[in-house]
T-cell receptor
Framework: DVKVTQSSRYLVKRTGEKVFLECVQD?????MFWYRQDPGLGLRLIYF???????EKGDIPEGYSVSREKKERFSLILESASTNQTSMYLC???????????FGQGTRLTVV | RKEVEQDPGPFNVPEGATVAFNCTYS??????FFWYRQDCRKEPKLLMS???SGNEDGRFTAQLNRASQYISLLIRDSKLSDSATYLC?????????FGTGTRLLVSP
């Protein structure tokens, strides 16, 4: 079974803190994605990566950055957390074009 | 306009009913199409891929109309366990774009 693991299920951070969300997949997938999910807005793509050290902006990259130093790991960084970044963050991976993506269990981040 | 549009619902149906969800997408370069299911407070999981020829998996039938840029999901003989949010997803190159989801509530 494909496994996508996110480092935390729940996280509470203060405004202005630097926040790291980690995601690891164990199936040697090329593509990895970070989404946030908010009520009424659905899943919105923040960043994705199709190879090590490669990244592409999604629809809402502002306030976020990413890092992919190893194929199995894709990190989302909030440089200076703000309350409007309170959300559910979902990481996903997929092996390539035309096939399904597998999701991690999600990280519910609250910024106070 | 959103790239993938779905009716948010909720659709309230009794057990045994047949229910259909629709989805439209705006980018004709979209290459692959999927329906995902998401239970409350859980991650999305693939329900089925969608092909132009139409495809069926048990009680679920999915259809794609590329000319109209329209995707559908039909659920027959609804079960209580079908209650969930159904997400329409299109893939364009490596990018996955999600609709906001349609909520289904199946009642006894």
């Amino acid at each position: 079974d494909v496994k996508v693991t996110q480092s935390s299920r729940y996280l509470v951070k203060r405004t202005g803190e630097k926040v790291f969300l980690e995601c690891v997949q164990d199936m040697d997938h090329e593509n990895m994605f970070w989404y946030r999910q908010d009520p009424g807005l659905g899943l919105r793509l923040i960043y994705f990566s199709y190879d090590v050290k490669m990244k592409e902006k999604g629809d809402i990259p502002e306030g976020y950055s990413v890092s992919r130093e190893k194929k199995e790991r894709f990190s989302l960084i909030l440089e200076s957390a703000s309350t409007n970044q309170t959300s559910m963050y979902l990481c996903a991976s997929s092996p390539g074009t035309g096939v399904e993506a597998f999701f991690g269990q999600g990280t519910r981040l609250t910024v106070v | 306009r959103k790239e993938v549009e779905q009716d948010p619902g909720p659709f309230n149906v009794p057990e045994g009913a047949t229910v259909a969800f629709n989805c439209t997408y705006s980018n004709s370069a979209s290459q692959s199409f999927f329906w995902y299911r998401q239970d409350c407070r859980k991650e999305p999981k693939l329900l089925m891929s969608v092909y132009s020829s139409g495809n069926e998996d048990g009680r679920f039938t999915a259809q794609l109309n590329r000319a109209s840029q329209y995707i559908s999901l039909l659920i027959r003989d609804s079960k209580l366990s079908d209650s969930a949010t159904y997400l329409c997803v299109v893939k364009r190159f490596q990018k996955l774009v999600f609709g906001t989801g349609t909520r289904l509530l199946v009642s006894p």
